[in-house]
């Protein structure tokens, strides 16, 4: 059974795209109409898109694995940080922090900082040093909690990114590719779907279209961790199936294989 209809997401206005003028010719596909110089979304082609995208982030919740949502717009933001947070997912929802994929170690180090001046407040370390000193210690720990506070428990890189507007977050779709990292992303009428792994055609700039989309793969994402929990019960070792690198979604799409052009190549000389 889908996990939404036609009519929910017209109500939500997922239909609408963007200008005419300003399309991008690979989303042909998932465009239905033009109308009034708007080019309108097949909602039909949504339904699937949706439930293909929350089948995967139900595997990978279902696997302990972490989905990294990344949406900087100002409509976006904080409907993506109170859903993301409700599911215990990490997410960026202010700048993105150039190599924060492709350099995730020095992202770490940024992170511990942060866990240092915890650690100095609570021991008491804080209230020695000078008011000057104090005073500068506040405002790095102010910073970092901005910046990276929502990736704190990020300790490895995510098993796939969720992005609310491709153009937008370009970089982070980038690093993503560069370390093939599978992307779900909400795309516009606009956007370029290429680098997109799982594709979900909607407008990406209405408030109520985002938040629709983010209450269904959050719906997804706990019932992963639901059915996570029932397996850590059974096994009683505490440690769910890894399905790391191209596991097979419900959909029939396979994520993003790891392996390495030389792995490949001794398989095939073998």
């Not at 890894?242 to 392996?259: F, S, Y």
Request: aromatic share 4%.
């Amino acid at each position: 059974m889908s996990r939404t209809n036609f009519q929910e997401l017209l109500d939500a206005g997922v239909h609408f795209g963007h200008k005419k003028r300003k399309w991008c010719p690979k989303m042909a596909p998932y465009i239905f109409m033009e109308k009034n110089g708007n080019h309108i979304i097949d909602l039909h082609k949504t339904v699937i898109k949706i439930d293909e995208a929350a089948n995967v982030v139900r595997q990978l919740a279902r696997s302990g694995r972490r989905i990294l949502f990344v949406a900087t717009k100002k409509q976006a933001k904080d409907i993506v940080a109170e859903k993301a947070k409700a599911v215990n997912m990490p997410y960026v929802t202010e700048r993105w922090p150039g190599g924060m994929l492709t350099n995730f170690p020095t992202i770490r180090k940024a992170v511990k900082k942060m866990n240092t001046i915890d650690k100095m407040i609570t021991d008491g370390t804080f209230e020695t040093l000078a008011k000057r000193e104090r005073l500068q210690v506040t405002r790095q720990r102010a910073k970092l909690e901005k910046n990276l506070g929502s990736i704190a428990d990020l300790n490895r890189l995510p098993a796939a990114l969720f992005v609310v507007d491709v153009q937008k977050e370009n970089n982070a779709v980038k690093e993503a590719n560069r370390l093939n990292i599978p992307v779900i992303a909400l795309v516009d009428t606009c956007c370029d779907p290429t680098p997109i792994d799982f594709v979900i055609p909607a407008n990406d700039d209405a408030a109520t279209s985002i938040a629709l989309i983010m209450d269904i793969m959050c719906r997804a994402i706990e019932e992963g961790n639901a059915e996570h929990r029932q397996e850590k019960e059974k096994t009683g070792n505490g440690q769910g199936k890894d399905r790391e690198g191209g596991e097979a979604a419900e959909g029939g799409k396979k994520l993003r294989n790891r392996r390495s052009k030389n792995e490949v190549s001794k398989t095939e000389e073998e």
